[in-house]
């Protein structure tokens, strides 16, 4: 198993509800450490830039509008296996399919508000942890 780091975002309808501490629990109790975090309001601009994979897709308007409605939380977390941990701990993107026990599946509101983002490989990682945060503001 190797340690890896992988990025994380509580999305607007974690930070309305005031669940950041019970989302960030479950993670630690996966045994994925927090070593990098910050509180932004994302602007048009960026969101649309982070899902810029997603362009093209019939929901990228309303994603770039939810994900603008409020206050998010970036984080970097490592661990063993921390990009599959991670996706695993979050469950599936439609939380009407997340297995029992997941973020999404305890948390999410819907298709699009679920909570929380992961990267979905160690690639994607290092990219979208680079969009975030500088190398001192990584404390492992
Ligand atoms: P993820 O890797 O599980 O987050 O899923 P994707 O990369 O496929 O999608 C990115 C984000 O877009 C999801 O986390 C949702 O917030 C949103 N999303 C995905 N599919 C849909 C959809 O069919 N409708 C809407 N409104 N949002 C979606």
Same mark, same amino acid.
């Given at each position: 198993?190797?340690?890896?780091?992988?990025?994380?975002?509580?999305?607007?309808?974690?930070?309305?509800? #005031?669940?950041?501490?019970?989302?960030?629990?479950?993670?630690?109790?996966? %045994? @994925?450490?927090?070593?990098?975090?910050?509180?932004?309001? @994302?602007?048009?601009?960026?969101?649309?830039?982070?899902?810029?994979? =997603?362009?093209?897709?019939?929901?990228?308007?309303?994603?770039?509008?939810?994900?603008?409605? %409020?206050?998010?939380?970036?984080?970097?977390?490592? %661990?063993?296996?921390?990009?599959?941990?991670?996706?695993?701990?979050? /469950?599936? $993107? #439609?939380?009407? #399919? *997340? $297995?029992?026990?997941?973020?999404?599946?305890?948390?999410?509101?819907?298709?699009?508000?679920?909570?929380? =983002?992961?990267?979905?490989?160690?690639?994607?990682? *290092? $990219?979208?942890?680079?969009?975030?945060?500088?190398?001192?503001?990584?404390? /492992?």
């Amino acid at each position: 198993m190797a340690l890896e780091k992988t990025f994380s975002i509580l999305k607007p309808d974690v930070t309305r509800r #005031n669940l950041t501490g019970k989302i960030n629990e479950k993670i630690e109790s996966a %045994g @994925l450490r927090i070593i990098a975090q910050k509180r932004l309001w @994302l602007t048009r601009p960026q969101a649309e830039a982070f899902y810029g994979v =997603h362009a093209t897709r019939s929901f990228f308007d309303d994603l770039c509008t939810f994900m603008t409605s %409020g206050p998010v939380v970036v984080q970097v977390l490592e %661990g063993e296996n921390a990009v599959v941990n991670y996706r695993n701990v979050m /469950g599936a $993107t #439609n939380p009407a #399919n *997340a $297995t029992p026990g997941t973020i999404r599946k305890e948390f999410a509101e819907s298709i699009e508000a679920n909570s929380v =983002h992961g990267s979905d490989s160690l690639e994607n990682a *290092a $990219t979208e942890i680079k969009f975030f945060f500088g190398d001192i503001e990584i404390v /492992g």
